[in-house]
């Protein structure tokens, strides 16, 4: 079974709060018409059909511990029956409970993350939760066989240096181009940050970085990695989008996302 889960977390945000509307926001695309629901492989993907909308995830408390226990917590329950989940965030912190959630149940697991930035930041303003951390997070547990970044335009030194002692591949956006896709493994997870796409092509993202994907790159990435056994979009922000774009954008992912499940 396919499964859509919605995280509408954004308490780990550095600097704007937002994409705690994201997961609504999405789903409005499939709801209004303006686009159909098919993915281009031709899979028609409609809730209630081709997937299960198991909702948002309710948090009692919003203190970013119980936080993640809580999402961990839901997203074991998820996959526990086998089932393929894609989580809309939320900001990129919900990520770290997410995969970690998946390590446990698929052993290698690899993933390729998707990003303007690195997230890698050991403390990012003192709260280890921060958006800015959750691969720095995840690659401590030892569950991850390996990370693979993509999109990447703002390393400074102590990231880079983040980047060499956890041993992840990173392609940055400067030397992009598609041959990394031949070299990743399965069982393969994707967290796709919006903001690895050009502001040009996604601009309601609380972090505009010039010089990005296009959405169309993107594509060609989501229909030629091997199958996934889970994935995230995040990041999205409602608040800095123009007459819904950027939520277009992520409901043209989640389809072709869900048509790689
Ligand atoms: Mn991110
Ligand atoms: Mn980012």
């Known amino acids: 079974m396919i499964k859509l889960l919605g995280i509408p977390f954004d308490g780990n945000s550095s600097y704007l709060h937002g994409p705690g509307q994201a997961p609504g926001r ?10 159909n629901t098919f993915a281009e492989n031709g899979q028609d993907i409609r809730s209630g059909v081709a997937y299960q909308d198991r909702g948002n995830i309710v948090f009692e408390d919003l203190s970013p511990a119980a936080v993640y226990q809580t999402i961990k917590r839901n997203v074991r329950e998820e996959i526990a029956d086998g089932s393929k989940l ?19 149940k698929y052993q290698p697991l ?4 998707i990003d303007a930035h690195p997230d890698l930041y050991e403390n990012f303003e003192g709260n280890l939760y921060s958006h800015a951390s959750p691969f720095a997070r995840l690659m401590e547990t030892g569950k991850i066989a390996s990370l693979t ?12 240096e983040q980047a060499k002692r ?11 181009n ?17 903001d690895a796409l050009d502001p040009a092509c996604a601009p309601g993202v609380s972090h505009h970085e010039p010089g990005g994907l296009s959405t ?27 007459n819904n774009m950027t939520a277009m954008v992520g409901y043209k992912l989640m389809k072709e996302v869900m048509g790689r499940f």
């Open 149 to 160: 970044q993509v999109g990447i335009r703002t390393f400074n030194t102590h990231q880079r």
């Open 110 to 113: 690899h993933v390729l993350h």
């Open 26 to 35: 999405i789903r409005q695309m499939e709801a209004e018409g303006s686009a």
């Open 86 to 104: 894609l989580c809309l965030g939320g900001d990129h912190s919900v990520s770290f409970p997410i995969i970690e959630a998946h390590a446990e």
């Open 178 to 194: 598609f041959d990394f896709i031949a070299g990743l493994q399965t069982p393969l997870y994707l967290s796709f940050d919006i």
């Open 216 to 242: 169309r790159q993107v594509l060609h990435i989501i229909q030629s990695i091997p199958n996934l056994i889970g994935a995230d979009i995040v990041e999205y922000n409602p608040v800095r989008d123009v």
């Open 166 to 176: 956890y041993g992840v591949k990173v392609i940055e956006m400067k030397d992009f």
